[in-house]
């Protein structure tokens, strides 16, 4: 297993740092389980977030129930193998109540293999049936979108790319970045792509990025990165990296691609939340599940430095970062995840090599 940066808490305090992989953590773990007398007072969760954004709310959470949250955070989600050996042993069984995914697809991936099991929050009904299981296995909220990350002081407003395709146009040649496709919600929307336009379509749009010297990155912040520098003009990326940089001044603005009507519509990709089958703690994780879903949640999460979209019915706005685009993909994300391997197959033999 690779060298992975996670950040280990307990009650909001830091533990471990850019540990080598899960076994230190799972050492972690098991010593501060064992301490604790009352089961069902505390709560283990593996999140691909920042602390930073995610230890508020869970803070906020013991605050309320007095339930602890032993938290394991992981900004950059790692390969669907990777991650299946954080979150379970040799044999099977969970290292975590909980799984809080920035994404939805490897979320989905993971009831398909059995992992989850089902849950029914208070708050379910609040969320509409694309961003739900049906058998309750799991739950979209708090969405990051897709899109493009400009360099305010290269690019004037009107030469603001606008659609996936802009990236193509011969003025933009060597000019432009985007995260890397094998990896985290890069992945996942590719897969989104591929399932709605079809390979042949998606195949031919990512030739002509390739044709056109697009720059791809080896993480998700380094393509914000990398065009708040000058270095590039723009990129491929999501909200949640953008928002980030532009709350740090950087000269950057963030473009929903895609959401005027005659095109595919801008791409919200929900985050995601399940209990893993197995799991030590269910009543408590039960309780986090709920907690999540709640719109006051989603709204923490909106007015928070990531400014995440609310997926939840009630969500009347305004979100920190302007309207947010009605025209939006319109995207099977159980299909798109079915689509998941063959896209990355195709990605890692045609596009990145």
Not at 42 to 52: E, K, P, R, S
Not at 112 to 135: E, F, S
Not at 216 to 234: P, W
Not at 256 to 269: C, Q, V
Request: proline share 6%.
């Amino acid at each position: 297993m690779n060298r992975t940066s996670l950040v280990v808490k307990w009650a909001g305090k830091r533990i471990s740092y850019a540990a080598w992989g899960t076994f230190l953590v799972w050492v972690a773990l098991s010593t501060l389980l064992c301490a604790c007398g009352k089961r069902e007072q505390i709560v283990t969760v593996y999140a691909n977030m920042d602390t930073g954004i995610a230890g508020p709310v869970f803070e906020r959470f013991t605050e309320e129930t007095g339930i602890q949250v032993l938290s394991v955070c992981q900004p950059v989600p790692p390969d669907h193998a990777t991650l299946e050996a954080i979150l379970f042993d040799e044999k099977g069984r969970p290292r975590f109540d909980v799984f809080w995914n920035r994404e939805l697809l490897q979320t989905i991936r993971l009831k398909d293999k059995g992992r989850l099991t089902p849950v029914a929050p208070k708050h379910a009904a609040l969320y509409p049936d694309a961003v739900r299981d049906n058998d309750g296995t799991w739950y979209g909220f708090a969405a990051g979108a897709r899109g493009l990350v400009v360099n305010t002081d290269i690019l004037l407003e009107e030469q603001w790319p606008q659609r996936l395709q802009d990236f193509t146009k011969r003025s933009m040649r060597g000019n432009t970045g985007m995260d890397d496709p094998r990896k985290g919600t890069t992945a996942s929307y590719l897969a989104c792509l591929f399932s709605l336009m079809g390979d042949a379509d998606a195949q031919a749009y990512l030739q002509a990025l390739k044709a056109n010297q697009v720059v791809i990155q080896t993480g998700k912040k380094s393509c914000v990165e990398e065009v708040a520098a000058g270095r590039l003009s723009a990129g491929l990326t999501d909200s949640f990296e953008a928002f980030s940089k532009m709350g740090d001044g950087a000269p950057v603005a963030f473009v929903f691609a895609d959401k005027h009507p005659k095109s595919f519509g801008a791409l919200f990709m929900p985050g995601s939340v399940a209990m893993l089958k197995g799991a030590s703690h269910p009543k408590a994780a039960k309780k986090l599940i709920d907690f999540l879903l709640d719109p006051a949640t989603e709204q923490q999460l909106a007015d928070g430095k990531a400014a995440l979209f609310p997926l939840n019915t009630t969500y009347q706005g305004p979100h920190p970062h302007g309207p947010i685009p009605d025209h939006r993909m319109p995207v099977d994300f159980i299909k798109a995840a079915a689509r998941f391997d063959d896209a990355q197959r195709w990605i890692q033999n045609e596009f990145v090599n």
